[in-house]
């Protein structure tokens, strides 16, 4: 099987996968971070976004070949201490029910205000869009990028 | 220390205690035995010899006074892991922010219902919580008495610190190992709800840290040294069943370690244990051991295998023409009967009977089903997302012929339950192929496992009758016909029993070869919606009041005269009457339309209300205002986040599911063909709490149930079109504003 540099969180990993394994499994079996989750595999749940780069991305969609050279981050290494602004706003507004995809939830939100630090409700909607809730803490989820919005200025 | 023990055959340890590293003590304080408890103290043993894995008990208190509570039931989202460590930490009278939290495992001697169905834990644990926190406080009270020689009745006691009447203090810590060794006292008082600290305060999901961090808490996270992966080949149709398959392909695959098959011992369980039938296949199923889960996964692709139609291959077209037969029919099971409805009908002036159709849904919890499973000589260790541990123990040892102590099962939070983590047959699975591995193993199924071999909520129709004599609603014939299952327990009798002189509940099945169970708000799911479209329907026909006919009904139930009515027609009005004012029910700017519609099951009554306006054409629900009767609330902000996830929840899925079979299999199998409510469709939810001091119910199922119906109501009555099948989406042509209300 080949190998592949993987630079995530900031350490490089060597990997040794076929070719086809999503980043989501080499994440999850190899590298032991298993933060990011398995929903639907097919990029339609949002609960394995990474950032790739600073960008939101479905990491069961993603080859290993697609990511090597840049940059990934996972949930684990969002922040040192649990204290990204998101982070911090989940908390505070006590978002997550089951808790399975709030992951995801999290990881699209911090890429998002990154691009937006000041949306309206309207473009958090959208952005939150393509990640689903299945407990549906859909009011809370809004309510705390909202707020991560306001702590991160 | 010496040992206290009298007849320990027949009183069991109501507490252990053994000393810390540090010179502490841990206290383990049973709730299966704290109505009738005796105490033991054991030797003091050294934390080094202390197994912590058999270690269950609901309390550790460590002599610098640290306090860790065990949640005894699983966590599937209801928030019980944050909740009943709360109600124990308050008459214990330690500070929330002192106590770290653990999840208990499984331990059927000293834990009683652990369960996490029904919406029960907080109602049915509620006392036994309490008087376990109480009784241990009241000994580590009369410890600290006991030191300093005065009345433990002269000592107060507020966030772990015991103080006397000349002011002197000691700290739990300081008194546990004397505490340890006293009588456990028969009675204790109770906290006054007036006293309370920690419940009815807002208290953050315990695990939130570790949500936000990535850390493993869920069964898909489970790992231990060796675990392999299993990825399960199961019949591609209900009906069919595995004749020969060929894994050469599959064999060569990176990572594949042995393909196998397993059912033998799932067929020997079903002939000792039938009423487990329907939730299983009884066919063979070819399993993928592999390193990893993807390896499993791809490699399970390149099975080939040859299966038969053992029974027929059904479709949703089959069902809807059999169900609709059996309405039509008479081989009904009559659930209650009051009066004589046949000769109420043939009296009445007017009458209205409508039909009210659902489908199959899948119960789609955000994490797929999996479950670890290592079979030794010495023990069966199982791990993983169940709701029914015991139950599941059970079936293990009786199908591996394996004493129950055996069994050790580590409860994970789990991403997700809705009921389909009832039944576990994903444990038997992993019981069965560990078993013959002689290996732990997690079986791992893919998201389209997980929609194909569901056990779901099954298709139901439901047809209501009702009789007008002057004005009055005199006759009441609610007729349901249900693929499997019929209703069951109390759900007969819940409104308008009692309300109508002649009354009339009828069920009729149809035994189809699909697997099928329990969904969040089993039947009152659907039924709710059917009924509070009626009440509508009736109201308009009858022209009278909407709210003011469900209040004149209400006004007929005396619950004091029928034991089987549960609901308080009392309470029920006074939640109706908090809607009307919070909702602004007919005050609204003309271009919101309101739904309207109050409901009781899961001993929570709810009324809500869903606001409505015209979008392009179209519906769109705006917002939900929802009151809520659950009695004492524990902890407010856990409570509202399963309201408003409840009732967003019955909002999608009345609007969108939808699951159809065609050759015995459904039509859906990921996220791209099943459409799950989003962000942007997801309403505002305006929760109102009831504050009295009633005993406190459950909150993950009752308030989906209303959803559909307040959804419903209201599409009423913004296009004057009324819905009579779920999901809502499927007519297009009924979300269209009727041509005479654009031109009126």
């Known amino acids: 099987m080949p190998t592949y540099q993987l630079k995530v969180n900031g350490v490089s990993k060597t990997v040794d996968v076929s070719a086809d394994t999503p980043v989501l499994w080499v994440l999850r079996d190899h590298l032991d971070l298993v933060g990011t989750k398995y929903g639907c595999g097919i990029g339609q749940c949002g609960a394995c976004t990474i950032h790739v780069d600073g960008v939101a991305m479905r990491s069961c969609s993603l080859t290993p070949s697609q990511v090597e050279g840049r940059s990934l981050t996972t949930i684990e290494g969002l922040s040192e201490n649990n204290d990204h602004p998101v982070q911090q706003a989940w908390k505070e507004v006590d978002v997550p029910q089951c808790g399975y995809c709030q992951a995801g939830q999290i990881m699209t939100a911090s890429a998002f205000l990154e691009q937006n ?35 991160m200025d | 220390m010496k040992a206290n023990k009298t007849s320990p055959l027949t009183r069991r340890a109501f507490i252990k205690n053994s000393s810390l590293a540090g010179g502490g003590m841990v206290i383990g304080f049973h709730l299966l035995n704290s109505c009738k408890p005796k105490v033991i103290a054991e030797p003091s043993v050294d934390l080094s010899s202390l197994d912590y894995n058999n270690f269950n008990a609901f309390i550790k208190i460590a002599d610098n006074g640290a306090v860790t509570i065990f949640s005894p039931n699983p966590e599937i989202g209801q928030g019980v892991k944050t909740s009943m460590p709360m109600i124990i930490a308050e008459e214990l009278d330690v500070a929330w922010k002192d106590v770290y939290v653990e999840q208990g495992i499984l331990d059927t001697e000293n834990y009683t219902r652990q369960v996490a169905g029904g919406s029960q834990s907080i109602r049915q644990g509620w006392d036994a919580l309490r008087q376990t926190g109480a009784k241990a406080r009241h000994m580590l009270v009369s410890a600290a008495a006991a030191r300093w020689g005065v009345a433990p009745s002269e000592c107060t006691v507020n966030e772990g610190v015991i ?23 028969e009675d204790v008082e109770l906290k006054k709800p007036k006293d309370y600290k920690i419940m009815r305060k807002n208290a953050g999901n315990v695990d939130i840290d570790k949500i936000t961090t990535g850390k493993p808490l869920f069964g898909l996270d489970y790992k231990t040294e060796g675990m392999v992966y299993a990825a399960v080949l199961r019949p591609p149709s209900f009906g069919h069943t595995l004749v020969s398959f060929d894994a050469t392909e599959a064999k060569r695959m990176p990572g594949v370690i042995d393909v196998i098959t397993i059912g033998e011992r799932v067929r020997d369980l079903l002939a000792d244990d039938p009423s487990f039938s329907s939730k299983i296949s009884s066919s063979d199923k070819v399993v993928v051991i592999a390193k990893t889960t993807w390896q499993a996964f791809k490699a399970k692709e390149v099975v080939k295998a040859i299966w038969e139609e053992e029974t027929p291959l059904e479709s949703t077209e089959e069902h809807n023409e059999i169900l609709t037969g059996l309405l039509d029919g008479n081989s009904f099971k009559t659930m209650r009967s009051d009066g004589n409805v046949k000769k109420a009908f043939a009296e009445a002036d007017d009458i209205l009977e409508r039909t009210y159709e659902s489908p199959f849904l899948p119960h789609n919890c955000m994490e797929p089903m999996n479950f670890f499973a290592h079979v030794t000589n010495e023990k069966v260790h199982l791990a993983g997302p169940i709701q029914t541990p015991a139950w599941k123990a059970g079936l293990v040892a009786k199908m591996l012929g394996r004493d129950e102590k055996d069994i050790h099962l580590e409860m994970t939070r789990m991403g997700g339950g809705f009921g389909r983590r009832l039944y576990g047959d994903f444990v038997i699975e992993a019981a069965e192929v560990s078993d013959k591995i002689k290996s732990p193993v997690k079986v791992v199924y893919t998201r389209e496992d997980d929609m194909e071999d569901g056990i779901y909520r099954m298709a139901i129709k439901y047809r209501i009758k009702a009789g007008i004599k002057n004005g009055q609603v005199t006759a009441y014939h609610l007729k349901e016909a249900a693929v499997n299952d019929n209703m069951y327990g109390l759900i007969p009798n819940f409104f308008p029993a009692g309300a109508i002189e002649n009354y009339q509940v009828d069920v009729a099945n149809y035994k189809s070869n699909i697997t099928t169970g329990a969904w969040r708000a089993p039947y009152t799911n659907f039924l709710a919606f059917a009924e509070q479209s009626f009440f509508d329907e009736l109201a308009e026909m009858m022209e009278v009041d909407k709210i003011q006919l469900r209040l004149d009904l209400l006004d007929k139930v005396k619950p004091e005269e029928d034991e089987r009515i549960q609901y308080s027609p ?26 309207f519609v109050n409901y009781y099951c899961h ?42 996830g409840g009732v967003i929840d019955g909002v999608g899925h009345s609007m969108y599911g939808e699951l159809d079979f065609a050759n015995g299999r459904p039509t859906a199998n990921n996220f791209d063909k099943y459409r799950l409510i989003r962000m942007k469709e997801a309403p505002i939810v305006e929760t109102y709490l009831m504050e009295n001091d009633h005993s406190p119910t459950g909150l993950g199922e009752p308030t989906l149930p209303p959803a559909g119906g307040a959804v419903a109501n209201a599409f009423k009555a913004a296009t004057g079109n009324r819905l009579y099948q779920q999901p809502f989406a499927k007519r297009p042509e009924l979300l269209k504003v009727l041509e005479k209300e654009i031109i009126g």
């Open chain 2, 163 to 185: 103080t006397n009447a000349a002011g002197e203090t000691l700290g739990y810590g300081e008194v546990v190992k004397e505490a340890a060794l006293l009588e456990v006292p």
């Open chain 2, 603 to 644: 001993n929570t009554h709810v009324a809500e209300v869903a606001d409505v306006e015209i979008e392009n054409g179209g519906p769109v629900v705006k917002k939900i205002t929802c009151v809520v009767d659950c009695g004492i609330v524990v902890n407010p902000l856990g409570a509202l986040n399963q309201i408003e």
């Open chain 1, 117 to 151: 630090p000041d949306p309206s409700e309207e473009e958090v909607k959208n952005a939150m869009h393509g990640n689903i809730c299945r407990c549906a803490s859909y009011t809370r989820i809004r309510t705390a990028v909202m707020t991560a919005a306001q702590n």
């Open chain 2, 570 to 595: 009392e309470r029920m009005k006074k939640v109706i009457a908090k809607a009307v004012e919070k909702s602004g029910w007919g005050n609204q700017p003309d271009h919101i339309y309101q739904g």
